[in-house]
């Protein structure tokens, strides 16, 4: 049987809840995903962490995954969009504590400084949640697409059916707005 057959044949095996099928999986492309993933970035924990978490959730949404005729690929390209993902968060955290400050400027602050830190932000939070519930409701849906959910405009326009241009004019119409109501 040659090789691919190999692995469409586990693929669909797998697919219908076979353990072996996909421990066969795992066990012929691991050391090929790993060299992938080392190509996309060095980090040999994140790449072996990536591998690991797409076969997990292969597993999971197995019942839901559509037949493929290229596993190898479509395995590839799962574990580049993980690996995107952890470092796109890693970014996101790293921002979050530069914005915050060394921990060590926290652990200098007194109980009263910490209380009305927390306090402000959360004012911040209230402000902009009543800013966001005076957007209409497409725009409250692409500002969620956007920014909490991290698509570009692109993804955006496709999931709503809408040109990119109307979906970047709807966010900066809806930003405009935000900035008005919060100042």
């Known amino acids: ?3 691919e057959d190999e692995d ?13 099928a996909l421990f066969e999986l795992y066990n012929k492309m691991y050391f090929h995903l790993i060299r992938f993933g080392l190509k996309i970035n060095p980090d040999d924990e994140l790449v072996k962490d990536c591998v ?12 839901r995954l559509q037949a493929v005729r290229q596993v190898k690929s479509y395995l590839m390209t799962s574990l580049r969009r993980c690996m995107l993902d952890q470092l796109a968060h890693t970014d996101k955290m790293q921002a979050v504590f530069n914005q915050m400050g060394t921990e060590e400027n926290w ?32 725009q409250i849906e692409l500002i969620q697409l956007k920014f ?15 040109t990119v241009k109307t979906a970047y004019n ?5 930003i405009k707005t935000l900035r008005k109501l919060l100042k």
Not at 56 to 62: A, T, V
């Open 170 to 174: 709807t966010i900066y119409d809806a």
């Open 107 to 138: 652990n200098e602050l007194s109980y009263e400084a910490i209380i009305i830190k927390v306090q402000i932000d959360q004012e911040v939070k209230d402000k902009l949640g009543l800013a966001i519930k005076q957007l209409t409701p497409r």
């Open 148 to 162: 909490f959910d991290g698509l570009s405009y692109g993804q955006i326009a496709e999931r709503t059916s809408q």
């Open 52 to 63: 690991n978490q797409i076969f997990l959730n292969i597993w999971d949404k197995r019942d």
């Open 1 to 3: 049987m040659p090789v």
């Open 8 to 20: 469409i044949n586990n693929w669909d095996k797998m697919r219908l809840g076979d353990k072996q």
